[in-house]
């Protein structure tokens, strides 16, 4: 791979904001928009924060390329413009900021403003990017800017389109993934499906091939075109799904719902989810669990506007299916050229060889060569793609040569296989044996990776397994078409596709492939342990977002190990992972593997440290507590905090009695306050034993909530003052939002409403700054609140169908007990108020959350 200079790295690797203006005239100014980007968890990116031993115009060239936001702050100076330059540094960042969300702001009056200012506010205007607003004062300025970024990071949210941001992905829907190339030769094809999707009596479309044809790469095309319609999209992954009761998993995953344990099933949040909504939902690769069909019908049965688009070797044979056939693409017979439908095999051919080879073209020279190989391969896409990638080394009429040897040497062993199927194979295999040691070691390296996989962790199993250049490994691996490379969020992700994986897996031994699942679980427990401290810091951001791309394989690892029965470990590798599992909304598959977990040990009568069953009952039962509500989890989680406390883990222990502590506040017979405090205190005094931040935090705020329930809100307000410095002094932002938000409502008990407001709204801007949709969906509910103490109904009503939708699509419930919301509620219905509030509800069910932002913003 080609060598890059190095990046002038920005101090902060959180959500970006380049802040341009001249910097002594408005140095105040600029201290003020530092404020209000850092109140929100953002990181300014600031000349007077770079590193100096950079030249002043590289440095601002480097950040701006790494920002995410661009805020512009204009005043009386246009700026200097050094020698040999023609605009000014200010200009210049204009110039470069691109497509960047813009802010810009203008201090009036500015009696004195120069020309080469004025005319660059009218290029502003004119280029119609962005508009601007006028400031007066600092404070003025630091309140448009939080204000205007909020409401970005609001539209972001709605939108959850990929961007280099955590914030792009607030509401965790996968995007409909990149292809790595255009597609050629399928119009037919995209029309017919286009057609019946059209219909609204076809409710499931399978397409239907052999593997390698193109069956994923033409649903990537056709949902891109609905998307386009404006219908919303959700793309389904199951390549990394190893058993038919996990597709649910990757469905909810693909719609955004939270899997954290809520009430009910999964399968009944995704029903939920999808009961309102106009969606054509992709399940890509289903062959492999085809029992899963059943779910499938019932999620058509349940949403009746949901439409399915499933790429299957097989059908599903469901009576709402419509079977499309996905065939081969045109191969021109010996004597024609190659030109139009009949040739787009010689098309895909000429396309992916110019990839690796600039300037091949297929001429009348060598057109006969390429016409037999693509009938050699019988128009199967991807064996014509790992054919093309060989004109890098190979003249086409030696690749005809050498593929024709391949296929009669090899496709003798695999009569019982179709026609395409034996193509197919033996083209792998031919490039397969095309590579160098090195290359084809690294592949079969690679084939253990669950899905998508970073270049860091590419290299560190690569190294680990011998390869002695693991970069030189991937790029010969990447030219070859067995792997493929793209971007997301600023970072290079691999990913096998099935096929190559498989059989790169085949032509291990069983002692390499054991040697290779090693070397991959030894990563990610690594990873994990690396991440623990990372997650509860201020470097929290990057490590969600790190976590985030490797999803598929930090599961991976926890099946394999289930497989292996390392359950000790397993155990271990889950706890460490504990924070990361609970912002990702991913306790509810912890719980599956939990009870797996206890299980097999019990079953097979394996050993099981004292550890492993702490944490093991741990999750089985605070996750219970959220997913079954009449379940008294207490005596479970008492019975981890015991294990806990004798296997000499200070910190699970301690957690434990967190959580103990909540199902005692909920019990069944009712709240015993006096229980669930004393557990609370102790739990307080364990993490600070431990020197624990984090945990005293979260420990601090549970027992201010008992102080609120009980009515002392001077003592609960000194406990969320306390939980919030601490999460602060961290940098921890989920831990920053819980105790803003019950700080709030300590001050909205006490009937300190502008109090309330602040904490409500800091809260609000820094869960839609970290992308925690169950954070929003609290802030939301805090709004009711005050819109409902004001004695606005329809504005309350709004708020409150906002945060339903955001809880039902998401799959979140709030237990009755916290709901504080509910009280000011109750006074507007005894005020005759309820009917509108009602209405105002329904309404507020299609809200967006940026017009529930405006809402709360008046």
């Not at 060598?3 to 105040?28: G, H, N």
């Not at 600029?30 to 404020?35: F, M, N, Q």
């Not at 030249?55 to 700026?79: H, K, N, T």
């Not at 349940?302 to 469901?318: I, K, N």
Request: net charge negative; with cysteine; charged share 25%.
């Amino acid at each position: 791979m080609a060598a890059r200079s190095a990046a002038i790295r920005t101090p902060d690797q959180r959500l970006r904001v380049f802040v341009s203006s001249t910097l002594k005239e408005l140095e105040p100014e600029r201290r003020a928009v530092r404020s209000a980007v850092e109140s929100l968890q953002l990181a300014p990116v600031m000349f007077e924060l770079g590193a100096r031993p950079h030249p002043p115009r590289d440095l601002y060239r480097s950040y701006l390329a790494q920002s995410d936001v661009f805020v512009g702050i204009y005043g009386e100076r246009y700026g200097w413009v050094a020698p040999g330059e023609t605009v000014s540094g200010l200009e210049d960042e204009y110039a470069l900021s691109g497509s960047l969300p813009h802010l810009m702001y203008v201090k009036q009056p500015a009696p004195q403003r120069e020309d080469r200012l004025d005319g660059l506010l009218d290029r502003i205007r004119n280029d119609d990017l962005s508009s601007y607003k006028s400031f007066s004062t600092p404070e003025e300025l630091a309140d448009l800017v939080r204000g205007d970024l909020a409401t970005l990071l609001a539209e972001r949210f709605d939108a959850t389109r990929a961007a280099a941001s955590v914030v792009a992905d607030a509401l965790d829907v996968p995007d409909i993934p990149a292809p790595y190339s255009a597609i050629v030769g399928r119009e037919a094809e995209q029309r017919d499906v286009l057609a019946l999707l059209a219909r609204p009596d076809i409710r499931l479309v399978t397409l239907v091939g052999p593997g390698g044809i193109g069956k994923s790469r033409l649903a990537i095309e056709i949902a891109d075109a609905v998307a386009d319609t404006g219908r919303d999209v959700a793309f389904a992954l199951l390549e990394a799904v190893t058993a038919p009761e996990r597709v649910i998993v990757a469905i909810a995953r693909a719609l955004g719902v939270r899997d954290a344990g809520g009430e009910g099933s999964l399968e009944d949040r995704v029903g939920i989810a999808l009961a309102d909504r106009d969606l054509l939902l992709v399940v890509d690769n289903m062959e492999h669990v085809l029992p899963a069909a059943e779910l499938l019908a019932r999620l058509i049965t349940e949403a009746p506007r949901l439409q399915l688009l499933v790429t299957s070797r097989s059908p599903l044979r469901l009576r709402a299916e419509h079977v499309y056939e996905v065939g081969p693409l045109g191969v021109p017979s010996q004597d024609e050229d190659g030109a139009g439908p009949a040739g787009s095999a010689v098309t895909l051919f000429e396309q992916r060889a110019a990839a690796v080879r600039p300037g091949f073209r297929v001429t009348p020279a060598n057109a006969a060569a390429v016409v037999g190989i693509c009938r050699a391969v019988d128009g199967v896409p991807l064996a014509i793609e790992l054919a093309a990638a060989r004109v890098r080394s190979l003249s086409v009429e030696q690749i005809l040569q050498r593929l024709d040897s391949a296929l009669t040497l090899l496709v003798g062993g695999a009569r019982d296989l179709p026609e395409r199927q034996r193509a197919l194979r033996s083209t792998m295999e031919w490039s397969f044996q095309l590579l160098d040691e090195d290359s084809r070691a690294a592949l079969q390296a690679l084939s253990v990776f669950s899905g998508g996989f970073t270049l860091e962790s590419a290299e560190a199993v690569l190294l680990t397994g011998g390869t002695p250049d693991p970069l030189a490994a991937l790029e010969a691996l990447v030219d070859a078409s067995l792997l493929g490379s793209s971007e997301q969020r600023g970072t290079t992700v691999f990913r096998l596709l099935s096929l190559v994986r498989a059989y790169a897996r085949q032509t291990m031994t069983p002692e390499q492939a054991d040697s290779a699942t090693r070397t991959w679980i030894d990563h990610y427990r690594a990873v994990a342990t690396d991440a623990e401290a990372g997650v509860r810091g201020r470097d929290q951001a990057r490590w969600l977002e790190r976590l985030d791309l490797e999803t598929e394989n930090l599961a991976g690892v926890v099946r394999a190990m289930l497989d292996r029965r390392e359950l000790d470990e397993a155990a271990g590798y889950l706890w460490v992972l504990y924070l990361y599992l609970w912002i990702g909304g991913y306790l509810g598959v912890v719980q599956a593997w939990a009870s797996e977990l206890l299980d097999v040990a019990e079953r097979e009568q394996r050993p099981l440290s004292t550890q492993a069953r702490a944490v093991a009952e741990y999750y089985t039962n605070a996750i219970r507590y959220w997913r079954d509500p009449g379940f008294d989890t207490a005596p479970g989680m008492a019975r981890s905090r015991d294990l806990f406390l004798e296997a000499g883990d200070v910190f699970g222990g301690a957690l434990a009695r967190v959580s103990l502590g909540l199902a005692l506040l909920t019990a069944t017979g009712g709240a015993d306050f006096a229980r669930a405090r004393a557990e609370l205190e102790q739990s307080l005094a364990e993490f600070r034993s431990a020197s624990d931040a984090w945990g005293q935090a979260m420990a601090l705020v549970m027992i201010g909530r008992i102080d609120m329930l009980q009515g002392d809100l001077v003592s609960a307000r000194e406990r969320f003052d306390g939980s919030l410095r601490l999460a602060s002094e961290q940098g921890e932002r989920l831990g920053i939002v819980i105790a803003m938000n019950h700080r709030g409502w300590s001050r909205f008990l006490a009937g300190d409403l502008d109090g309330a407001r602040r904490d409500f709204t800091d809260g609000m801007d820094i869960s839609l700054a970290l992308g925690h949709d169950e954070s929003l969906a609290y802030g939301l509910e805090s709004f009711v609140a005050l819109a409902a103490a004001a004695g606005d109904a329809r504005r309350a009503g709004l708020l409150l169908g906002a945060a339903q939708t955001v809880r039902r699509r998401k799959g979140f419930l709030n237990p009755g007990a916290f709901e504080f919301y509910m009280v000011p509620l109750a006074a507007l219905r005894e005020a005759g108020l309820g009917d509108d509030l009602d209405r105002a509800v329904t309404e507020g069910l299609t809200l967006s959350v940026a017009e529930a932002l405006e809402w709360i913003r008046g």
